[in-house]
């Protein structure tokens, strides 16, 4: 069953990636894509966040243990209060092995998050 906390960024059955969202110039958001986007970006808009979110998506392989990515100047509480928020918006998701949980970012959910402020990618070797 589906958590309708999660952001619905990705349609698994999808090759190419869907964002939750059309781009921003395409035309408005109406009021559910809004609160989907709003989700996932009030989720970024904390510093420490922000920081393990990056932490995660630069490791190699997208895919970080807690042990690797804790020293973000909080207390281990804090870092685990964080880490919740930021699967509860659909950005991260997880896997315990043993006594750690590793932590990954699907590097579809980071293109689906540009195209929604840029749109979708443009054939670049377009010289027109």
């Known amino acids: 069953m589906a958590n309708p906390d999660l952001l619905p ?3 698994p059955a999808a ?9 921003l ?16 970006f009030k989720a970024l808009g904390d510093p420490v966040r922000l920081r393990l ?8 392989g997208g895919e970080a243990c807690v042990c690797d990515i804790s020293d973000v100047g909080v207390s281990q509480p804090t870092v685990s209060h964080h880490l919740k928020k ?5 950005l991260l998701t997880s896997e315990r092995r043993g006594t750690w949980v590793y932590y990954r970012v699907e590097p579809s959910v980071l293109a689906a998050m540009g ?14």
């Not at 930021?86 to 659909?90: M, S, V, W």
């Not at 195209?115 to 027109?128: A, F, V």
Request: charged share 25%; with cysteine; hydrophobic share 35%.
């Open 9 to 11: 960024l990705l349609d």
């Open 15 to 23: 090759d190419a990636v869907a964002p939750c969202c059309p781009p």
């Open 25 to 40: 110039t395409e035309r408005p958001l109406d009021a559910e894509e809004a609160e989907t986007a709003a989700r996932m």
């Open 53 to 60: 979110f990056s932490a995660v998506a630069s490791h190699a």
């Open 86 to 90: 930021l699967k509860e918006a659909g």
């Open 115 to 128: 195209q929604i402020l840029t749109g979708p990618p443009t054939d670049r070797t377009d010289t027109r």
